[in-house]
């Protein structure tokens, strides 16, 4: 199984109007956060069946895979490199998370760190030290700061919202929309688990929290209440 004919195989589902859609639905314009990016035109289902299908790939043919300038060849290797990290052993989800770290520069918007830093940096990191998300929330890089969020995920879903609150309060700052959203999104879970943390979170820090956050971390309050909130009132 080669990186070349899983390209092949990519694009047997590929269409030129699919593209032309995810082109503007992933802001690739100057100056935007997807600047430049290429899209096959492939949709995320089928992705998932091509995935299947050559889960069974070696490594070095799946970073060939990730290193490439088409976005959904990107995902691909990523989606097989979650397969390779929860069916491993440990000597496996290591080299996997390793890999993972040292190719950030590929792992390049949204839906490649969501659908991936849940699965592998979150996982990997449970139980041990999490400092390296401590690590990555103070990059440079937009996408290393959103993996470092959304990797608490998991812990959010076990009930620990320790990582998830401290990484949120130091995001509070940051310039990017995106990282508003993904503030927002991970405060949103630990609301659904426990509404008072939340909501202590909210009030401690609605002064400075962003719109976008603030208005994510709150979305599924009663109307009244979430009015409220909006309005510092509590």
Not at 75 to 93: I, K, N, P, S, T
């Amino acid at each position: 199984m080669t990186s070349d004919q899983i390209r092949k195989r990519l694009r047997l589902f590929a269409t030129k109007e699919k593209a032309a859609v995810l082109q503007r639905f992933f802001k690739t314009g100057p100056g935007q956060y997807g600047e430049g990016d290429k899209f096959l035109g492939v949709v995320v289902p089928d992705m998932r069946k091509v995935a299947k299908e050559f889960r069974d790939t070696p490594i070095t043919e799946v970073l060939d895979l990730l290193r490439s300038s088409f976005h959904e060849e990107r995902l691909l290797a990523l989606l097989l490199l979650v397969h390779r990290f929860e069916q491993g052993d440990d000597a496996m989800r290591k080299r996997v998370y390793t890999l993972y770290l040292k190719n950030t520069k590929y792992i390049n918007n949204w839906d490649l760190v969501d659908l991936t830093a849940p699965k592998i940096v979150g996982p990997y990191l449970d139980g041990g030290s999490r400092s390296p998300l401590y690590r990555l929330v103070r990059s440079k890089n937009l996408w290393e700061r959103r993996i470092a969020i959304l990797a608490t995920f998991p812990y959010i879903r076990q009930g620990d919202f320790t990582d998830a609150l401290a990484l949120s309060e130091k995001l509070l700052a940051d310039d990017e929309d995106l990282m508003h959203k993904a503030v927002g999104w991970m405060l949103r879970e630990v609301g659904k688990k426990d509404v008072e943390t939340l909501e202590g979170f909210v009030k401690k820090h609605h002064r400075r929290m962003p719109r976008t956050a603030l208005r994510y971390a709150i979305e599924r309050f009663p109307e009244a209440k979430r009015k409220r909130y909006l309005n510092g009132i509590f």
